[in-house]
């Protein structure tokens, strides 16, 4: 019992820094890498599925989702989501999506975002040019309204493996 | 197993071409995504959170591409041994492969080449030399084909190279006839695991361990070179014809003889440095300034033209004609008198 006393505040910090971890990051985020498959139904139509890969050769092309959730109690505002184009992968233009949200990209490595058509990157002669997809190396989705608690979602994008 | 590039056909156009040749990230490279998520919850402001680490392994690719590099069917005579057919083999995948070179004689020509050979470019030079040249096939008998299994690295220095194709010419063919030969690379891994089609997968078939996946070469490709029997033979013809100065032919002292040598050269290819050369008769003298090469007066000294007059006027006529294509014909005039 003395032993038991002794350790019950220790216990109590710990149950107490668990649940400020918790409180900390309700929302949680979750990659998964996919690859498009096509397959022909019973009535001849072609239907597209996604099928989890863990190799992939280059020239193909990979879906990549971000799946959000807000396990909370409270909303979550002001959601960004920001992942970096795999140096290895080829961004894919306009297969950027999120439902409900405002996409904007980098093509500097993260130090500046914009619309991913006003990108502009320094062509061969140092004029500004708009930069190619490929050329994208961030991507950055801004989430219109808080999600609520139990609420979740995705985004997405598709990106070539060089 | 099959796996489908349905969107390649998109993405060439909104992305910049992936390169025909090698490449792509190299086989067994690790492709890591991470997300990070910001966000406010009640009141708590600038909250992050980072997701796991989704990681994925990158294939091996198997491509190559086999072209012949000539430029134009290749010169050789009637027997000659040792005729060179030059093709580049490129592995066009990712990663370490080998390939089977096989050459074959091929249909639809007029004669079979013999004895054929798979040469490596070993130093690189893109000029076949049999002293540092690395003669990867048996020696071939007969008109059969040959095989050779040679390694490509992707990411290294012989991910490219030179095959030259060396063969012996028969005795029977005749001037312009033909023969074509086909230099075939096949991926091993495809044909250990029968992969013929784009797509195709071989679990875990590639370097390191990595599934081999079969591009769109299909892991296969050849070239075909031809031979053609270049024979070129020159052809003089020589006539003459009097002026005696009094209406006649005679032959006497003072009569004015001119000589006129047609030139043919026939056959097809071409011949170098095609001198044509006569020496005044004796008994006769030169006349001055009467050379002409194609009707065009040629100037005795030499300089320019074709004609010159060399040792005097009891010496030699010399037509340096030099490159000449077949088929041609020249025509040479010079006048003489007789003593």
Same mark, same amino acid.
């Given at each position: 019992m003395n032993n038991l006393k002794r350790l019950m505040p220790v216990l109590l910090l710990l149950l107490a820094q668990s649940a400020v971890a918790a409180d900390a990051t309700p929302v949680t985020l979750g990659v998964v890498a996919e690859r498009e498959v096509v397959t022909v139904d019973a009535d001849g139509n072609q239907v597209t599925t996604l099928e989890r890969v863990t190799s992939a050769a280059p020239g193909e092309t990979i879906v990549y #989702?971000? &799946?959000?959730? &807000?396990?909370?109690?409270? *909303?979550?505002? &002001?959601? #960004?989501? #920001?992942? *970096?184009? *795999?140096?290895e992968t080829a961004y894919i233009g306009g297969s950027a999506f999120g439902a409900g949200a405002d996409l904007v990209a980098s093509a500097d490595g993260g130090l500046t975002y914009a619309a991913p058509a006003a990108l502009r990157v320094p062509g061969a002669d140092g004029e500004l040019r708009p930069a190619r997809p490929d050329e994208i190396t961030h991507l950055r989705w801004t989430l219109r309204n808080p999600v609520a608690p139990g609420g979740r979602g995705f985004v997405r994008f598709k990106a070539t493996v060089r | 197993m099959k796996r489908f590039f349905t969107l390649l056909g998109t993405m060439a156009l909104l992305a910049p071409p992936l390169a025909a040749h090698a490449a792509g990230t190299a086989a067994g490279t690790v492709i890591s995504n991470s997300a990070t998520a910001t966000f406010d919850a009640g009141s708590s402001t600038g909250l992050t959170e980072t997701s796991n680490t989704d990681q994925l392994t990158v294939d091996e690719l198997i491509d190559v591409s086999v072209t012949w590099q000539d430029g134009g069917n290749v010169s050789v005579g009637v027997s000659e041994a040792d005729g060179v057919l030059e093709f580049l083999v490129s592995n066009d995948g990712n990663g370490s492969e080998s390939y089977r070179l096989t050459v074959t004689n091929q249909g639809g020509d007029n004669f079979d080449t013999t004895n054929l050979e798979i040469w490596i470019d070993a130093n690189g030079n893109d000029t076949f030399e049999s /002293?540092?040249? =690395?003669? +990867?096939? $048996? $020696? /071939?008998? /007969? =008109? /059969?084909?040959? =095989? $050779?299994? +040679? +390694?490509f690295d992707a990411n290294g220095a012989t991910e490219t190279r030179t095959v030259f194709v060396v063969g012996d010419i028969p005795g029977t063919p005749t001037n312009t006839q033909t023969s074509r030969v086909q230099l075939q690379a096949r991926s091993l891994t495809a044909i250990s695991n029968a992969l013929t089609t784009q797509g195709d997968v071989a679990a875990g078939a590639g370097d390191g361990g990595v599934d081999a996946v079969i591009g769109t070469s299909t892991g296969l490709d050849s070239a075909d070179g031809i031979y053609v029997i270049t024979e070129v033979s020159v052809a003089l013809t020589k006539s003459s014809s009097v002026d005696d100065g009094f209406g006649g032919s005679t032959v006497i002292p003072g009569a004015v003889i001119t000589y006129t040598i047609v030139v043919d050269v026939t056959g097809s290819g071409s011949v170098d440095n095609l001198v044509v050369d006569d020496d005044i008769p004796t008994n006769t003298t030169y006349v001055a300034n009467s050379m002409t090469f194609d009707t065009v007066a040629q100037v005795d000294a030499g300089g320019g033209d074709e004609g010159e007059l060399s040792g005097g006027t009891k010496g030699t006529v010399v037509f340096t004609i030099g490159t000449v294509a077949a088929v041609a014909q020249h025509t040479i005039t010079f006048d003489v008198t007789v003593d």
């Open positions: #989702t971000i &799946n959000y959730a &807000n396990d909370g109690a409270e *909303p979550a505002e &002001n959601v #960004t989501i #920001t992942d *970096p184009v *795999p140096p | /002293g540092s040249d =690395t003669l +990867v096939s $048996a $020696a /071939g008998s /007969g =008109t /059969g084909s040959n =095989t $050779a299994d +040679v +390694v």
